[in-house]
């Protein structure tokens, strides 16, 4: 089911698109109707730098069960790294 509510976050890393890298300077994950993706609805992540125009921009599809997947290997990996490596409150 759509939720209609985008959860938009700065962002300071970068991704690569059809044009090569850049910056990544926001955001947003919401759940909706996939433009790809074969399910009927999929949690959508958009990263993005909107002053490098509309071509600065990577977008997942992932169903539920991916994207909470996604979500646990981060914090894993996060907490397997070594302290100071990784800046994040454990």
């Not at 999929?42 to 909107?50: E, G, L, M």
Request: aromatic share 6%; glycine share 8%; charged share 20%.
């Amino acid at each position: 089911m759509c939720t209609y509510l985008t959860e938009k976050i700065e962002l300071d890393g970068a991704g690569k698109g059809a044009n090569g890298w850049f910056t990544l300077s926001q955001g947003a994950v919401y759940v909706d109707h996939p433009y790809h993706s074969t399910h009927e609805h999929t949690v959508n992540i958009d990263f993005t730098n909107p002053g490098e125009g509309p071509s600065a921009r990577v977008a997942v599809e992932l169903t539920e069960e991916s994207a909470l997947a996604l979500v646990e290997a981060i914090h894993k990996a996060l907490a397997a790294a070594p302290p100071g490596l990784a800046s994040v409150k454990r």
